[in-house]
């Protein structure tokens, strides 16, 4: 009997995540001889997008509200119905908490993949980069600080999964690259962590989240 997967794709304004929704390495995640059907995939930024077109008069506060209310509304709906999902989250709060004890009763696998930049500052610059090609703009103090967030909650969600990856999208033009992966099956940490980690330009914040996890897996 087949079993349905919901999957997280987090990660700080601006690290990539609806671009690593669409490649072949999501892809091939998430295409499993558990859940062949193709997956409803719940992007908050494209319903931002739709929101701003509608109504061109309306505040990105007021848009970003309207569009986090929906996408949690359509999330939900699916687990009720216990079809395959996929939703794009900062996963700066634990909001999505109650969605993956809810979804898990109801037999669901549960993935998380975690797209991250090694630097804030960069996120801010991609964020800056995508409102000159009609993206929503994010206040960057707000970017800040929800990229310190956003690592802190992996405490929660990483050792609650069935499958969890976390990727440095840090280079441009380039595929991400795989830091830590773990499954029932596997646990694995790259080399690459290591060189992140003993890195002095990277965000403090990431060397503690990469730490936690591997504390987290290893404990």
Not at 87 to 115: D, H, M, W
């Amino acid at each position: 009997m087949s079993r349905s997967w919901f999957w997280l794709i987090g990660g700080p304004n601006g690290s990539g995540k609806s671009t690593f929704a669409s490649t072949d390495i999501f892809a091939n995640l998430s295409r499993t001889p558990e859940s062949p059907h193709e997956l409803a995939m719940v992007n908050p930024d494209a319903i931002a997008r739709e929101i701003r077109i509608a109504r061109p008069g309306a505040g990105p506060d007021e848009i970003a509200r309207e569009a986090a209310t929906k996408s949690d509304t359509q999330a939900h709906a699916l687990i009720g119905e216990g079809k395959p999902l996929a939703v794009e989250t900062v996963l700066a709060t634990a909001k999505f908490r109650p969605s993956v004890i809810e979804a898990k009763q109801k037999n669901y696998y549960f993935g998380l993949c975690f797209v991250i930049l090694r630097r804030a500052e960069l996120n801010v610059a991609r964020v800056e980069q995508r409102v000159k090609q009609d993206g929503h703009r994010v206040d960057p103090a707000k970017i800040v600080e929800r990229y310190g967030r956003s690592l802190l909650q992996l405490k929660w969600f990483a050792p609650e999964a069935d499958y969890f990856s976390m990727w440095d999208n840090s280079r441009t033009g380039g595929p991400p690259t795989l830091l830590v992966e773990a499954n029932p099956q596997r646990y694995y940490v790259s080399d690459e962590v290591r060189t992140i980690l003993d890195d002095a330009q990277t965000e403090p914040a990431l060397k503690t989240g990469l730490r936690d996890l591997i504390d987290a897996f290893e404990s």
